[in-house]
C-alpha cells in the first residue's frame, strides 16, 4: 500500500505559540486516520493545511493534488439545487457522476431539491457525496457528525465507513469523540503539545460494539492519553458454591458511563 500523506517536522505558529511543532504523520491509501486532541491542540489547523487553506511555518508536507473537504457545517450554495450543490464547479456533463453519487448517500430522489428543504443529515449527506464525487485521493473529514442528533450521527458514521471502504481514498477525521474514532478508524491519533503522543491502529474486529472489552480498553488508554482519567471497571471476585445468595434488595443505580466526547 503506498503512501498519500508525508508529513515531517510540520511547524506551524501563531503569534509567539507552536500550535503544530514538529509534527509527523503518514497515510497509506486507502487507511482511515482518526486524529483527537483538546479544543485549541491545532487539530483543525493540520487539517487546513493538508487541504491547502493554510500554509506552514516550516517542515515538509506531501499530499496528492486530487483531496477534498468536508466540513462541521455543509456549506451548500442555497441558490443552488442539490444535484447543481454536488456538481458544483465540476466540467459540464457530470450530472451522471453527481446522480450517481447522490444514490451512493441514498438522496437520488432530492436531486432537484432546494437545500434549505433539507434536514441536517440529509444535507450532510449532500457534502459527502460533493466530495466523494470529485474520486479524491485523501478525504479530509472536519467533525463533520458533530452538528447532528446522536442517532443521525450514528447511521451518518456507519454511512461514511461504509463509502470509504468502497471508494478507498485516504481519510484523516478530526473530531472530539474518542468512540466515534474507534469505531471508525484504522488507526487513532492523539496531539496534544504540538505533536503526535499517540498513534495507535484498531485492531477491534469490525462491525465494532463499544460493548467490546476491547474496544472499551482502548477507549480507556485514548481518554487517557487525553488528559481524562477513566477507572477500569471493577471485577466481580468468584464467588464459591457455599457463597450465599444475592441479597433481593434492589441495586443502587449506577452512575452514567463518561460519554467519551472531549
Do not use: Y
Amino acid at each position: 500500500m503506498s503512501t498519500a500523506v508525508q508529513v515531517r517536522g510540520l511547524r506551524r505558529v501563531f503569534g509567539e505559540r507552536a500550535v503544530l511543532d514538529g509534527l509527523d504523520l503518514t497515510i497509506r491509501r486507502g487507511e482511515f486516520v482518526a486524529l483527537l486532541g483538546a479544543s485549541g491542540s491545532g487539530k483543525t489547523t493540520l487539517l487546513r493545511i493538508l487541504g491547502a487553506l493554510d500554509g506552514a511555518d516550516g517542515g515538509e508536507v506531501l499530499v496528492p493534488e486530487a483531496r477534498t473537504i468536508v466540513f462541521q457545517e455543509p456549506r451548500l450554495v442555497p441558490s443552488k439545487r442539490v444535484l447543481a450543490n454536488v456538481t458544483v464547479a465540476l466540467p459540464r456533463g457530470r450530472a451522471g457522476h453527481g446522480r450517481r453519487a447522490l444514490a451512493e448517500v441514498g438522496l437520488e430522489r432530492h436531486a432537484d431539491a432546494w437545500p434549505a428543504t433539507l434536514s441536517g443529515g440529509e444535507a450532510q449527506r449532500v457534502a459527502l457525496a460533493r466530495a466523494l464525487v470529485r474520486e479524491p485521493e485523501l478525504l479530509l473529514l472536519d467533525e463533520p457528525f458533530a452538528a447532528l442528533d446522536a442517532l443521525t450521527r450514528l447511521r451518518m458514521q456507519d454511512l461514511v465507513g461504509e463509502l470509504c471502504r468502497a471508494h478507498r481514498p485516504a481519510v484523516l477525521l478530526v473530531t472530539h469523540d474518542v468512540e466515534e474514532a474507534v469505531r471508525l478508524a484504522d488507526r487513532v491519533c492523539v496531539l496534544r503539545d504540538g505533536r503526535l503522543v499517540t498513534d495507535e491502529r484498531v485492531t477491534v474486529p469490525r462491525p465494532r460494539d463499544p460493548g467490546d472489552p476491547d474496544f472499551a480498553a482502548l477507549r480507556r488508554r485514548l481518554l487517557g492519553d487525553l488528559g481524562v482519567e477513566v477507572a477500569a471497571p471493577p471485577v466481580e471476585p468468584a464467588r464459591s458454591a457455599a457463597a450465599p445468595a444475592a441479597s433481593a434488595e434492589p441495586a443502587e443505580p449506577a452512575e452514567p458511563l463518561e460519554s467519551g466526547v472531549i
